[in-house]
């Protein structure tokens, strides 16, 4: 397997990262999944821009442009004869001797490789379940930074409880979004997501959702909505690069819809493959 190693392509057993490299000690850092279908890129410039978002919030140095990021992920595609599935990609502030503040002459670290995904078939046929879990993250879950202990903790809470995702809580009215996913409820026919701001990653999912219930008439808005509005919603649903649009059918112990995904999931799931060519949502 080829990774991209700052502008260079070098095979997985030479690419070498030094120890002290922040990405490692402080999680300082910032990182994309970017979905690949049939050898293409869906919506890159999208998670791209998003990219820079998160490196100009996080203050990391790193022009994408200058390094021709775009062009060097399409040639990783393609020396790696990948197909399907995902690319990883995360830079972090770089290598220097362990201490908090930042360091005056580094340069950032660019690692980028191909992981496997693969479509979640049987979820979005059948619906997931998923709990309930108090959202313990920091405050700026808009930047997609490294640190993802309170993410991780709370998929696996979900996982050993016998669900697939964790739904985040800040406080009993406020849902925010799932431990890897932007969350969807639906009621009377309006669908309703946590509004983008520093509480939620801006999912680039979530904004396809948005040009996708466009083209549909589907009416979304941007609300905080509660926990009491999420478990007597008509339907619930998830959506990420991996994830695609998958139903929620049960939280904790309450099943929604009956316990069946949902029509305007599904319709949103229609849709995501007849319109995947858009080169970019804005
Ligand atoms: N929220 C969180 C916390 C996530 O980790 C992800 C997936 N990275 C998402 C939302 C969905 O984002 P996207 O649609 O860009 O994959």
Redesign the pocket.
Known sequence: MFVLLNDEFVNRNECLIDIEDRANQFGDGVY??I?VYDGEFFLLHD?LK?LIYSLEEAKINYDIHHHNLADQLQKLVEMNNFKDGGIYLQISRGASPRSHPFPKHTQPTLIAYPIPVTRPLESQEKGIEAILHEDL?WLR?DI?SLN?LG?VMAKQSALDAGAKEAILYRDYNHVT??????VFIVKDGVVKTHPANHY?????????LFYLAELLNIPIVEEVYSIEELKNADEVFI?????EVISVIKIDDVQINNGKPGPIAQKFLQAFFKHKNIKHLS
């Open positions: 994309e999944v979905r998670h998003r993250r879950c997609k993802l993410n979004e799932g431990s890897s996913t932007n939620i990653l801006n999912g680039i999912t979530r904004l396809y959506s990420s690069t991996t994830s």
